[in-house]
């Protein structure tokens, strides 16, 4: 299903402090521009128990109707920009919590708060939004708090950048950056990060139109082509700071060819400000489930 069809009900990870507020802002904007219904989503967190089963009932009753009292004020303000939403409360960890959210309501996308803060590495990152990534039977955007902050925040009307290889992630991922690209009418940045054997064999040297890649992209946009030599990674942050774009699009492999721990997607979630929208492959969703699949990575 193309992410345009499928972007019908849009779940949102909700905080009570505010952590939250710059991936509620984005989920309104695609909200908005789809015709899609936002769930709030609350997992009530048992950090300071050894299980959420443990936490007194009085303390669990307050901390039920805190979340309340905020989830209802957001699904109020919602409603009144015309953009239907209710609530969920769930125990549990917030990724399962989120998971099961989003299977409940097959929605179309996931969006996750991170704490920003560039450099400061994978625990501030979080692990709720690697799981997502991983795990996710639908694409997960992950916003920084601090997205709109600094150098690097995106300018108005900023392109969509979409992190082009070639893989079973492709497909997905054209197709969803092509519907942002179209349906907010922005540019569309395929960037490539050629590798050393790339350069060596001469490939993509020059490529300035997408099927000169090998794929598609049909749309009433503007489309620019960019390759640069070097890690996925490192070539991506200097785009992003080159660029100023409005969100970055990568496709998320299920199995992981990147040595060590995590792959590029998470080395992005920890030093990207610009908002990531990570895609897995649309068969995915058919089969993935939150117990058996595998760590990803993506290319």
């Known amino acids: 299903m193309s992410f345009a069809k499928g972007l019908k009900t849009i779940v949102v990870a909700t905080d009570l402090d505010g952590r939250s507020d710059a991936a509620l802002e984005y989920a309104r904007k695609l909200a908005s521009g789809y015709g899609a219904r936002i769930v709030l989503a609350h997992g009530l967190d048992p950090m300071d128990y050894a299980s959420v089963e443990g936490v ?3 303390v669990l009753t307050t901390m039920t109707e805190q979340a309340r009292a905020v989830l209802d004020q957001l699904t109020a303000e919602l409603i009144r920009e015309g953009i239907h939403s209710h609530s969920e409360i769930r125990q549990g960890t917030v990724a399962e919590m989120l998971v099961d959210v989003a299977r409940q309501y097959e929605a179309g996308l996931i969006v996750v708060g991170t704490e920003g ?3 400061a590495g994978p625990v501030v ?3 709720v939004a690697e799981q997502l990534v991983r795990r996710a039977v ?7 708090a601090d997205y709109n902050a600094g150098p690097f925040r995106p300018v108005p009307g900023g392109p969509v950048m979409l992190a082009m290889e070639k893989n079973e992630t492709t497909e997905a ?3 969803t950056a ?3 690209a179209e349906t907010f009418h922005r540019t569309l940045v395929i960037l490539h990060a050629r590798s050393a054997a790339e350069a060596v064999a001469f490939l993509n040297p020059g490529a300035t139109t997408p099927e000169q890649f090998g794929i ?5 946009f503007p489309v620019r082509c960019v390759v640069k030599d070097g890690k996925p990674a490192d070539v991506m942050a200097e785009a992003i700071a080159q660029y100023h774009p409005s969100v970055l699009v990568v496709g998320v492999k299920r199995t992981s060819d990147t040595p060590g721990p995590h792959g590029t997607a998470f080395t992005l979630l920890a030093r990207s400000r610009v908002p990531v929208l990570c895609v897995p492959p649309e068969s995915a969703s058919a089969r993935t489930s939150l ?4 760590p990803a990575s993506v290319v």
Do not use: E, K, W, Y
């Not at 598609?216 to 009433?220: A, L």
């Not at 117990?291 to 595998?294: E, H, K, R």
């Open 178 to 180: 092509s519907s942002l």
């Open 125 to 127: 990152v979080g692990a």
């Open 138 to 144: 639908c694409p997960v955007l992950a916003v920084a």
């Open 216 to 220: 598609n992209v049909s749309g009433r």
């Open 117 to 119: 803060r560039q450099g």
């Open 291 to 294: 117990d058996t699949c595998v």
């Open 173 to 175: 991922a054209v197709s």
């Open 56 to 58: 007194p009932g009085r």
